[in-house]
């Protein structure tokens, strides 16, 4: 047999295998009532399994609006946190409970206690890429998509934000009545980011328009064209007259952005790879759908605290037009 037939023969067992994969997920669905929720940083055939894909304001909307039993969350672990404190009563499964978020981890409660102790009149603001622990000590949350329209609703003039920096500098240029405390967490997967890596793929392609994530740094941020939370950027992307864009952010939304613009291009960062949010297979996905582990806990009181500042965000959305 030719290499070529045999590239070809390999091709048609792994779609057969994705095809038996999505029936069983499918039926596992309905069996046990289970929604599947995925980030727009998720492997492509865990985009493809989900009965949605978003950003974190996405997902945690979405968490609060199903009947689903049971919640199987294709993130990291602060997402899965999120929609267990929204869903206390709900079954909220992390198919790997090792795929974390090192920038949440860049914050502990002692630390951030301390920090309030020196400005006792400041608004505590968390980015949702927080811990539970961190997020029970906050006034209210954020995301990049909502951050300087929650920075603008508080009535103090000084934030403590917390994890980081970037998106943190980012909302200061946004809303310079404010002074930003900063926190120095950062996003290793977007802080890897340079301009020299904006500059080159521009070089060669210099006709694309130049999205990035706010949680990158001030200088690439400075060579896009708009600033984008992953959802920005879908929405943008669709109604943009530009047919080229460069995607300064996880190389994984370029999956989803091809697949719902299939006439544009679209040119990731090559080395923009986060490997927590890869740790999530279709292997892994089954078994948790299957034995509904490993469920996601939390302490009572961690749940209840933590509760407050994102339903405050989640408030803010509504009254937001």
């Known amino acids: 047999m030719s290499h070529r037939l045999i590239q070809v023969k390999i091709a048609f067992l792994g779609i057969l295998q994705m095809d038996t994969n999505l029936t069983r997920i499918n039926s596992l ?4 009532k289970i929604l599947v929720l995925a980030h727009n940083y998720q492997p492509p055939e865990i985009q493809d399994a989900a009965d949605f894909v978003g950003d974190s304001l996405d997902l945690a909307i979405k968490a609060t609006k199903t009947d689903a039993d049971v919640i199987v969350f294709c993130g990291v672990s602060f997402m899965a946190e999120a929609a267990k404190i929204l869903n206390p009563n709900k079954t909220v499964v992390l198919p790997d409970p090792t795929a ?7 914050v502990t409660p002692t630390e951030l206690r301390a920090l309030k102790s020196k400005h006792p009149n400041a608004a505590v603001m968390a980015y949702i890429n927080t811990n539970a622990d961190v997020k029970a000590l906050a006034d209210i949350c954020c995301t990049s998509a909502n951050g300087v329209d929650v920075a603008r609703s508080l009535p103090q003039k000084e934030i403590i934000f917390v994890p980081d920096k970037n998106l943190g500098a980012y909302i200061q240029t946004q809303v310079p009545e404010k002074t930003m405390i900063l926190w120095p967490g950062y ?11 904006i500059k080159k793929i521009k070089t060669a392609h210099p006709k694309a328009e130049v999205l990035v994530h706010p949680e990158c740094r001030p200088e690439v941020i400075a060579l896009a064209d708009h600033a984008f939370s992953t959802n920005g950027m879908v929405s943008y992307a669709k109604t943009s007259p530009a047919t080229e864009f460069i995607i300064g952010t996880e190389q994984g939304l370029c999956y989803r952005l091809q697949k719902e613009n299939p006439g544009k291009h679209f040119y990731p960062i090559g080395k923009a790879y986060c490997p927590n949010m890869k740790k999530i297979t279709i292997e892994k996905l089954i078994n948790s759908m299957e034995t509904l582990e490993p469920e996601v806990h939390l302490p009572d009181t961690i749940m209840h605290q933590a509760k407050i500042p994102l339903q405050r965000m989640m408030d803010l959305g509504r009254k937001t037009p």
Do not use: S, V
């Open 29 to 32: 669905k309905k069996q046990k």
């Open 187 to 197: 996003c290793h997967t977007h802080q890897d980011i340079l301009p020299e890596d």
């Open 100 to 106: 974390t978020c090192p920038m949440a981890n860049m």
